[in-house]
T-cell receptor, first 110, second 112 residues
């Protein structure tokens, strides 16, 4: 049972480049979320989804897009990378109560 | 404004008891979760309290007082492997388990 799988684990981007962070879960969870983690700031919610075809913004959505075409997949797109988006990104899923997190993507924007 | 307050760091010796407090001020409140995160790792779920009182799971217990907007995580019989960051998180809406607000985390350092 893989749980939540995130790819890539590490990425370096140049300012202005775009990319997609992949997230897939095999637990048939209804809810999926993307968080970013910066030193001393905990986890901040970027976007979340309550089911296939339904997404909503979190606390820090600017510069990011998401889609949820299937229950399993919830990709996060960076439209035009900026140094302020340097962070560790976690995808998480839940069917209620507790999240299962992916192993994270460490993104550096130069 | 919305906020969750936790101490930034707590240090204790092996075998001791540590209590990590979390006070919250959020737009809505439907429950309080706790997560553990080791350096370089992903957060892992520890507990969830929706009602007032104490929930015990092995060496870890979690408490909630909704009237005081306060909760705590109690770590007993501390072990070296308990050295990690601990985050409280509030479920703000009744209709979505996908939307939690996290505190900044408490670094627990366990010494021999």
């Amino acid at each position: 049972n893989a749980g939540v799988t995130q790819t890539p684990k590490f990425q370096v981007l140049k300012t202005g480049q775009s990319m997609t962070l992949q997230c897939a879960q095999d637990m048939n969870h209804e809810y999926m979320s993307w968080y970013r983690q910066d030193p001393g700031m905990g986890l901040r919610l970027i976007h979340y989804s309550v089911g296939a075809g339904i997404t909503d913004q979190g606390e820090v959505p600017n510069g990011y897009n998401v889609s949820r075409s299937t229950t399993e997949d919830f990709p996060l797109r960076l439209l035009s990378a900026a140094p302020s988006q340097t962070s560790v990104y976690f995808c998480a899923s839940t069917q209620g109560v507790g999240y299962t997190f992916g192993s994270g993507t460490r993104l550096t924007v130069v | 404004g919305q906020s969750l307050e936790q101490p930034s760091e707590v240090t204790a010796v092996e075998g001791a008891i540590v209590q990590i407090n979390c006070t919250y001020q959020t737009s809505g409140f439907y429950g309080l979760s706790w997560y553990q995160q080791h350096d370089g790792g992903a957060p892992t779920f520890l507990s969830y309290n929706a009602l007032d009182g104490l929930e015990e799971t092995g060496r870890f217990s979690s408490f909630l007082s909704r009237s005081d907007s306060y909760g705590y995580l109690l770590l007993q019989e501390l072990q070296m492997k308990d050295s990690a960051s601990y985050f409280c998180a509030v479920k703000e809406t009744t209709d979505s388990w996908g939307k939690f607000q996290f505190g900044a985390g408490t670094q627990v350092v366990v010494t021999p």
